[in-house]
């Protein structure tokens, strides 16, 4: 058997293109199966939205404008919803309280300290986590940047409480998280979401397509 391929997928939790574009991953993995790994790592492009939208969009309608913006992606897609309150009424102050949240998570998976059951098309219980949260924001603008918010959705999926918050006290959760930031810087990658194979030799960035990922993780095995 044919050394499975590693896929590096690099996203804001916060992005709408990641949000729409999980649908390649779990067909990847109806399809590929063990032959594909998918590591989620992070990176922030919304670490501070109060600069990234709230100023940065100041002179083009602000928080407004960019909600409709993300409208008009999620309309390409017929397979996501988005709340209306979703940039209006609710915007998170960062994207990186729930990067570290899910690292953590993230370390006690890897501990085997997490129901070994996975989500909908093979995801592991912490990729179902993501999906979780991301729907928690585009869906039903609840306020991810908040670790209460956090906690709640962890419970509600049956997760534990207090070893998330142990990570995140000991800063092993922000360790791990500034070495996500570290290859990104590395690897030289443009934004979220990015897809990295061959140990960085292959790179892709954005809206990429389905067949475009299948042809590239092809020709690895």
């Known amino acids: 058997m044919n050394t499975p391929v590693e896929l590096l997928y690099f996203s804001d939790i916060l992005c709408v293109w990641a949000y729409a574009g999980q649908i390649r991953l779990d067909e990847l993995r109806r399809n590929f199966g063990d032959q594909v790994l998918i590591r989620h790592r992070f990176i922030a492009v919304f670490g501070n939205t109060e600069q990234r939208i709230?100023?940065?969009?100041?002179?083009r309608g602000g928080y407004a404008a960019y909600a409709e913006q993300v409208r008009e992606v999620a309309r390409q897609f017929p397979?996501?919803?988005?709340?209306?309150?979703?940039?209006?009424?609710?915007?998170?102050?960062?994207?990186l309280t729930a990067h570290l949240f899910i690292k953590a998570l993230q370390r006690l998976e890897a501990a085997g300290n997490l129901p070994a059951a996975s989500g909908e098309a093979g995801a592991t219980v912490v990729e179902a986590f993501i999906w979780r949260a991301r729907?928690?924001?585009?869906?039903?603008?609840?306020?991810?940047?908040?670790?209460p918010v956090l906690f709640d959705l962890a419970a509600e999926m049956g997760l534990p409480g207090d070893p998330v918050k142990a990570l995140l006290d000991d800063g092993t959760a922000l360790a791990d998280l500034?070495?996500?930031m570290e290859q990104k810087e590395r690897l030289r990658l443009e934004g979220s979401p990015s897809y990295v194979l061959n140990e960085g030799r292959q790179k892709l960035y954005g809206n990429v397509g389905y067949r475009v990922l299948e042809a590239n993780i092809r020709e690895l095995l």
């Open 135 to 147: 729907c928690a924001f585009f869906e039903q603008a609840q306020d991810i940047g908040s670790l």
């Open 54 to 59: 709230g100023a940065a969009w100041k002179d």
């Open 79 to 95: 397979h996501v919803r988005l709340s209306p309150d979703t940039w209006t009424r609710c915007v998170p102050r960062t994207s």
């Open 178 to 180: 500034a070495w996500d």
